[in-house]
């Protein structure tokens, strides 16, 4: 449990929660949909988008509060002790854009309080959060949503979105994020 599953393991068991979710009364897995579920419970300001019945959704609250509860269990008690193992060719290229510390997934020099007054954060934290909104609320729906559930259920919405997610993500790695990192 301390090491990440083999795809052969967790690949087929996430594509197995299409149908069991559809079997179990035809519910739609995606994440995104509970930041709406949660302001439609809390914000009562009479805001079209938030009126309707959000406690017929109430599952996926359950849902999203077990992925954070099970994120909590893996860093607390399945840890892996060996230390992080990063290709030589990335190790050269994170150290040429200014990142040296890797001794955690999330590395000090662009993910800490102190990295909070470069520039290159404030972009990639605060410029990466409202895009990853903006992009899931644009596409009505997540990666997750549109994926797994959508593409599983011949959605041509969703083999567009993925497609785009796709595109996005190779030219934001291969391009924009190394121009981010020169920052400094």
Same mark, same amino acid.
């Given at each position: 449990?301390?090491?990440?599953? =083999?795809?052969?393991?967790?690949?087929?068991?996430?594509?197995? #929660?299409?149908?069991?979710?559809?079997?179990?009364? %035809?519910?739609?897995?995606?994440? #995104?949909?509970?930041?709406?579920?949660? &302001?439609?419970?809390?914000?009562?300001?009479? /805001?079209?988008?938030?009126?309707?019945?959000?406690?017929?959704?109430?599952? %996926?609250?359950?849902?999203?509060?077990?992925?954070?509860?099970?994120?909590?269990?893996?860093? +607390?008690?399945?840890? *892996? =002790?060996?230390?992080?193992?990063? %290709?030589?060719?990335?190790?050269?290229?994170? *150290? *040429?854009?200014?990142?040296?510390?890797?001794?955690?997934?999330? =590395? +000090?020099?662009?993910? #800490?309080?102190?990295?909070? #007054? $470069?520039?290159?954060?404030? /972009?990639?934290?605060?410029?990466?959060?409202?895009?990853?909104?903006?992009?899931?609320?644009?596409?009505?729906? &997540? $990666?997750?949503?549109?994926?797994?559930?959508?593409?599983? $259920?011949?959605?041509? =919405?969703?083999?567009?979105? $993925?497609? &785009?997610?796709?595109?996005?993500?190779?030219?934001?790695? *291969?391009?924009?994020?190394?121009? /981010?990192?020169?920052?400094?």
């Amino acid at each position: 449990m301390s090491r990440p599953w =083999p795809w052969w393991v967790a690949g087929p068991l996430l594509g197995l #929660s299409v149908p069991l979710l559809l079997l179990a009364g %035809n519910k739609r897995l995606g994440v #995104s949909s509970s930041l709406r579920h949660i &302001c439609a419970a809390l914000i009562p300001a009479g /805001i079209p988008f938030f009126k309707y019945d959000w406690k017929k959704e109430a599952w %996926n609250l359950f849902f999203a509060a077990g992925i954070f509860a099970g994120g909590l269990v893996a860093v +607390s008690l399945l840890k *892996n =002790p060996e230390p992080i193992q990063v %290709n030589a060719n990335l190790l050269a290229s994170l *150290n *040429n854009s200014k990142v040296y510390d890797l001794s955690s997934l999330l =590395p +000090s020099d662009l993910f #800490s309080w102190a990295a909070l #007054s $470069t520039a290159r954060a404030w /972009i990639l934290l605060v410029g990466g959060g409202f895009l990853v909104g903006f992009g899931t609320r644009y596409a009505g729906g &997540c $990666t997750s949503g549109h994926a797994i559930m959508g593409l599983s $259920t011949l959605q041509w =919405p969703s083999l567009v979105a $993925t497609v &785009c997610f796709m595109a996005g993500g190779f030219l934001t790695a *291969n391009l924009l994020i190394p121009f /981010i990192l020169k920052l400094g």
